[in-house]
């Protein structure tokens, strides 16, 4: 009898790929050797039988790390085929379109790469053909420099109307779909006002925590760890917030009379500048990662998602930098066509790309986190009981 | 035949934690080595892949330990299990020795983990590997390239040259023919034969083909054999082997941990014609699990099936494989395709016999059988609330005891009790001389760390004089 029937799934599954999810679960459920390594493997020892939301949240709490791939002794060509971080990795791009608002976008996962490649080249398309159609030549081929430059092009009243819509949209879509899986796993409410599992959510986003591999370091190309991705990860979320900063502090000075462009030794400029070359650098060795990662762990038709989302990125932030460079000659109108094209492009792709991995990952993060307590707080009942207590089993070879 | 071009110090057969230990301390001692695993890279290890702790004495509590555990409560644990079974200066040395192993083996860059869910038992005693075996196995392997060892896979040793207690040479299959390998020392630390059926059945007969064997198939001994044809002294008793009842529907081979059952206390244990055939409530559960597989290969077709119901089901540790379910005991019986009314009988006469008790799984309890035979002496409930499950299970053979003779350098013994010239073993491929029968967890890891540091050492010495 192969293993792979036998160790069959009971409960019926959403999909192909969370019945495999179960199954790898029960299965790593009765070995348990990978509890040290990351949050996952606790988070399945609290239970015993796993239906499609608890598989959902094990895959959105699942940071891909390898290194559970690499320490199975089950993992393939082993007949048991344990094969965690390209299953949850599936499992975790099919919630994406499960979670998506409103429900009629959910396509956009279908085919990610194309389509945020379509929406980005539209936007771009949009912007230069508007400043071209409703600027004169002269203006937006001239030189334009001093306090208000950009503005000449576009007026700060269009842009903030024009953007701040589309942040506020992917802000409301992106609360809809964490609540729509927050509902999925089955979370009560109640667990998002404690303090207590939140901070320890944000603590574990913001040191990454569970891309290290349980110290070990991270695995990607083979069984060594020399895997780079949580020091790329961090230059692209920390540049990520450094440009939303200077964003926020150039708002502040507008409305307090000074307005862009503003010089290179002002903090939104500064603030900006390191923040865009952490957003080249980052998504640039992120994608390298991409290619170089073990093929047998990679969940392949997806890859064009990460690939759009890391591009996207990657070219928001260069033509940025471009725009900075360059704001002093005659390029400069086009390249701030080109670039809040693409700024544009990134805002109303959040809710239906790669981002949304950072909401329902801090929101798994949250859960595990109330559980983790509840585990080491014996007053605090457990989500299931574990046969850890009983004095008859574990201790043998 | 064609020669290897390289001559190398150290020759290392087998590619488990005791050679790898070997190979690492033979390159830092300034030896050059090479490294015959028999096992294609992704099983490479041997028996090591399935490990997850290792037993080491210590003085004090450490990050990962809960308390100390001296060397006088280890040679205690030692002498229980092996029933005296052991050569009880080689094990105090060991003993000793592995205080040192608990620094010496994170330095390679293994690295340690409080104990494992389920295994809070040991928390004090045993040092965990973080992932597990095969991950303690790739920083081993790691280390080892970093220092320069040069490691062949797919390399089986089918023959070896010694004259007068003097290694000259080992044959490797290859794709071309066979090649001659040189070396100046030898450190045996290819395993046991526990994966060699054809071997298993010279003591145990047929039933052997029954057997499901716990590790890789690449343990089969040859090694071992070739050593022992050829002069070195046989330790152990070549008969048994370390057999636990698991899965029935494992595979073959390689099931490792995930296919035990911890539920034989719980239930009652029936063969194929639905008959008791041992006190399944005899002691607690860790000291007799190791009896088991001994008692299921004298059943017929080496098979048995433990019975239970619903108020057991979460007691235990869950397995790989989910129970097989029934509402009535006559459906489980047909399930499991056996005699309906013979095990309906059989449970009814159990249930008759089983006296009012307080049941605690933690403690021998006062739960009971009256007037039947085998009795149960503990935790004996009555198999009455639905549904009703079943685990078929096999005997699981995890290794054997048969060994080389060794001294405290390592160094193998010849059968007229003189060192060998430039031979040395670690491992489970010696690990008889200290541990002739039983077992205790992590144990097999300590032996493999402590001679195998011990074995590299002294063969890169050998090798220079």
């Known amino acids: 009898m192969p293993a792979t029937e036998s160790a069959h799934v009971t409960m019926p599954h959403a999909s192909a790929t969370l019945a495999e999810a179960d199954r790898l679960m029960t299965l790593c459920n009765s070995c348990r050797y990978c509890e040290g390594l990351c949050a996952v493997f606790p988070a399945m020892e609290m239970r015993r039988a796993f239906p499609d939301g608890d598989l959902n949240y094990l895959a959105n709490l699942c940071h891909g790390c390898g290194a559970c791939y690499f320490d199975c002794q089950f993992a393939p060509p082993h007949e048991f085929n344990v094969n965690v971080p390209r299953v949850l990795a599936k499992a975790r791009a099919d919630s994406y379109a499960t979670y998506t608002w409103p429900r009629a976008l959910a396509p956009m996962f279908a085919r990610n790469g194309l389509a945020i490649s379509l929406v980005a080249a539209l936007c771009v398309a949009a912007f230069i053909l508007g400043f071209v159609g409703v600027q004169d030549r002269s203006v937006l081929f001239g030189v334009n420099t001093g306090p208000g430059a950009f503005f000449k092009l576009m007026p700060h009243r ?43 959510a944000v603590r574990d986003t913001f040191r990454l925590r569970y891309l290290e591999g349980g110290k070990m370091g991270c695995f ?14 961090h230059l692209t979320f920390y540049g990520f917030l450094l440009c939303f900063a200077a964003t926020c502090v150039a708002s502040v000075y507008h409305y307090l009379g000074r307005e862009a462009p503003y010089a290179w030794y002002e903090p939104p400029v500064i603030l900006g500048t390191i923040g865009g070359i952490g957003l080249l650098i980052g998504p640039a060795g992120l994608l390298a990662a991409k290619f170089y990662r073990d093929p047998d762990m990679l969940d392949k038709p997806r890859r064009g998602m990460d690939i759009a989302f890391i591009a996207m990125l990657f070219l928001t932030s260069l033509t940025g930098l471009a725009l900075l460079v360059l704001r002093s000659g005659p390029a400069m109108g086009i390249l701030l066509a080109i670039h809040l094209g693409f700024v544009f492009a990134f805002f109303i792709t959040m ?13 798994a993060l949250i859960r595990y986190a109330k559980e983790s307590r509840a585990r080491h707080n014996p007053d605090v ?17 | 035949m064609e020669a290897s071009e390289k001559s190398h110090d150290v020759l290392v057969i087998g590619g488990g934690n005791a050679a790898l230990c070997a190979a690492i301390s033979a390159r830092r001692a300034g030896a050059s080595v090479l490294v015959l695993e028999g096992a294609p890279k992704f099983y490479r290890g041997g028996n090591t892949r399935h490990t997850r702790n290792m037993r080491c004495a210590h003085d004090s ?7 100390p555990y001296s060397e006088d409560e280890f040679f205690d644990d030692l002498m229980r299990v092996t029933q005296g079974h052991t050569d009880e200066d080689l094990a105090r040395f060991m003993i000793s020795q592995s205080k040192e192993i608990l620094n010496w083996i994170p330095e390679q860059g293994v690295r340690f983990q409080p104990s494992l869910g389920g295994t809070l038992s040991l928390g004090r005693t045993n040092s965990f590997f973080l992932g597990g075996g095969r991950s303690m196995l790739n920083a081993l392997y790691l280390t080892a390239e970093k220092l320069g060892v040069d490691i062949r896979y797919d390399a089986e040793v089918t023959d070896l040259d010694i004259e007068d207690s003097m290694f000259l040479s080992a044959t490797v299959k290859n794709g071309a023919g066979p090649e001659f390998i040189r070396a100046r020392t030898l450190v045996a630390a290819a395993g046991g034969f ?29 090694v071992l054999k070739m050593l022992i044809e050829r002069g070195v002294q046989e330790i152990g008793d070549p008969t048994q082997c370390h057999a636990v009842a698991i899965d029935a529907r494992a595979p073959k081979f390689d099931g490792g941990i995930i296919t035990r059952l911890d539920c034989v206390v719980f239930g009652i244990v029936v063969n194929r014609n639905c008959e008791r055939f041992y006190d399944e409530g005899e002691d607690i559960w860790p000291k007799r699990y190791a009896i088991w597989g001994r008692l299921v290969a ?4 080496q098979i048995a099936y433990i019975v239970f119901d619903a108020s057991s089901l979460k007691l235990f540790m869950p397995s790989c494989f989910p129970p097989i379910e029934a509402q009535s005991i006559g459906d489980l019986a047909g399930e499991l395709e056996l005699d309906s009314s013979a095990l309906e009988n059989t449970v009814a006469t159990f249930n008759a016999a089983v006296r009012p008790g307080t049941f605690d799984d933690k403690i021998l309890d006062d739960c009971r059988t009256e007037g039947i035979s085998p009795p149960k002496s503990h935790w004996a409930r009555r198999i009455e609330t639905p549904p009703f499950y079943a685990y078929p299970v096999r005997p699981g053979i995890t290794f054997t005891y048969l060994g080389t003779g060794v001294n405290r350098d390592a160094r193998m013994l010849m059968k007229d009790g003189k060192p060998a010239g430039n031979m040395f073993a670690a491992g489970e491929i010696m690990a008889g001389n200290v541990l002739g029968r039983g077992y205790a967890a992590g144990i097999g890891m300590t032996i493999g760390s402590v001679f195998g540091r011990i074995a590299g050492r002294e063969a890169a010495k050998n090798a220079r004089n």
Not at chain 1, 355 to 360: A, D, P, R, S, T
């Open chain 1, 158 to 200: 269009t842009m903030v109307i024009l953007f701040g819509a589309a942040f506020i949209y992917a802000l409301v879509a992106m609360a809809m779909e964490m609540l729509i899986f927050w509902r999925d796993i089955g979370e009560p409410r109640q667990t998002l006002t404690r303090s207590g599992p939140l901070l320890d």
């Open chain 1, 220 to 233: 990607n190309e083979d069984e060594r760890p020399t895997d780079r991705r949580r020091i790329y990860h």
């Open chain 1, 351 to 363: 809710p239906y790309g790669k981002f949304v991995h950072g909401l329902y990952r801090f929101a």
């Open chain 1, 381 to 397: 009942p457990v989500v299931a009981a574990s046969a850890a207590v009983t004095g008859q089993g574990g201790s043998r070879p």
């Open chain 2, 61 to 67: 509590a450490t990050e990962t330990l809960s308390g």
């Open chain 2, 194 to 222: 526990e994966a060699n059926i054809e071997w298993l059945k010279e003591y145990w007969g047929p039933p052997a083909e029954n057997f499901l064997i716990r590790g890789t198939p690449y343990n089969r001994g040859t």
């Open chain 2, 298 to 301: 004298a059943q017929p077709d």
